[in-house]
């Protein structure tokens, strides 16, 4: 893979203490990246930034809880004081509390929402002036199949990755000619987004098919080194990227 286009960059990860973020930090530092981690387990986030440094990589660590408004701010202004820029953020803190909407489950719903779209959307307006005044920039936007498909017992949650597509697809054409834009929607994937249900039905039906479908996370982070590795004036918008085997 030609990953000549990310050597230097800076890439801010948001939900890195884990799973996609996780493995694409490390990744992307093995590729020369200088990597932000971001997430609410500082003490997780510290030790992965530790172990990029002990193999060579930069890394920085923020504890940040997304749906804070001000908390990402802060960590966008603290990234930029620290390293001068930041090349692309990937927004890929999420929760999948999967429930059928007869439970009644408001306030997984509420946490959804404020997750999956506010805390992308914080990201972005926070992000946004930065990428004008680099004249530059490139938004990772982690949503998933389930922005393709509405599935039963699955709706909230298909309703806020919906929302990330949209929102993805108006902020390319509102950037259109500035920064670039990126969709990834991973099927199931290694991660522990699997356990965020607290509808034990729901949360048993779904850990049983991850478990039996689920491919790495690094078959994401591929992606994302993909997309970022792509010359200046190339856009990948969007990357759907699923087991094998599975068949929605």
Same mark, same amino acid.
């Given at each position: 893979?030609?990953?000549?286009?990310?050597?230097?960059?800076?890439?801010?990860? @948001?939900?890195?203490?884990?799973?996609?973020?996780?493995? @694409?930090?490390?990744?992307?530092?093995? *590729?020369?990246? @200088?990597?932000?981690? +971001? +997430?609410?387990?500082?003490?997780?986030?510290?030790?992965?930034?530790?172990?990029?440094?002990?193999?060579?990589?930069?890394? #920085?660590?923020?504890?940040?809880?997304?749906?804070?408004? $001000?908390?990402?701010?802060?960590?966008?202004?603290?990234?930029?004081?620290?390293?001068?820029?930041? $090349?692309?953020?990937?927004?890929?803190?999420?929760?999948?509390?999967?429930?059928?909407?007869?439970?009644?489950?408001?306030?997984?719903? $509420?946490?959804?929402?404020?997750?999956?779209?506010?805390?992308?959307?914080?990201?972005?307006?926070?992000?946004?002036?930065? =990428?004008?005044?680099?004249?530059?920039?490139?938004?990772?936007?982690?949503? #998933?199949?389930?922005?393709?498909?509405?599935?039963?017992?699955?709706? !909230?949650?298909?309703?806020?990755?919906?929302?990330?597509?949209?929102?993805?697809?108006?902020?390319?054409?509102? #950037?259109?000619?500035?920064?670039?834009?990126?969709?990834?929607?991973?099927?199931? !994937?290694?991660?522990?987004?699997?356990?965020?249900?607290?509808?034990?039905? @729901?949360? /048993?039906?779904?850990?049983? +098919?991850?478990? *039996? /479908?689920?491919?790495?996370?690094?078959?994401?982070?591929?992606?994302?080194?993909?997309?970022? #590795?792509?010359? $200046?004036?190339?856009?990948?918008?969007?990357?759907?990227?699923?087991?094998?085997?599975?068949? =929605?």
């Amino acid at each position: 893979m030609n990953s000549g286009n990310i050597h230097g960059k800076v890439v801010l990860i @948001t939900g890195a203490s884990s799973g996609i973020g996780e493995t @694409t930090a490390r990744l992307l530092a093995r *590729q020369g990246a @200088t990597v932000v981690l +971001a +997430a609410r387990r500082k003490d997780r986030l510290q030790k992965i930034a530790d172990e990029i440094t002990r193999d060579g990589g930069v890394a #920085s660590c923020h504890e940040v809880d997304v749906t804070q408004k $001000d908390q990402v701010e802060k960590m966008i202004a603290a990234a930029v004081a620290q390293h001068g820029r930041i $090349d692309a953020l990937v927004s890929n803190a999420g929760l999948m509390a999967l429930s059928p909407i007869a439970s009644g489950k408001t306030g997984e719903w $509420d946490r959804m929402i404020d997750l999956n779209i506010k805390g992308m959307l914080y990201g972005i307006a926070a992000a946004w002036p930065v =990428f004008e005044k680099q004249k530059s920039g490139h938004f990772i936007n982690i949503a #998933s199949i389930a922005g393709l498909k509405v599935a039963p017992g699955n709706t !909230v949650y298909c309703a806020t990755k919906h929302a990330v597509r949209a929102l993805s697809e108006g902020l390319r054409m509102e #950037s259109r000619g500035k920064f670039r834009v990126t969709i990834v929607s991973p099927g199931y !994937v290694e991660s522990e987004l699997m356990y965020g249900t607290s509808d034990e039905a @729901t949360r /048993n039906g779904v850990v049983e +098919a991850y478990k *039996q /479908n689920a491919i790495p996370a690094d078959s994401i982070a591929g992606a994302i080194l993909y997309a970022i #590795s792509q010359p $200046d004036h190339t856009s990948v918008n969007e990357i759907v990227v699923r087991p094998t085997v599975q068949e =929605f």
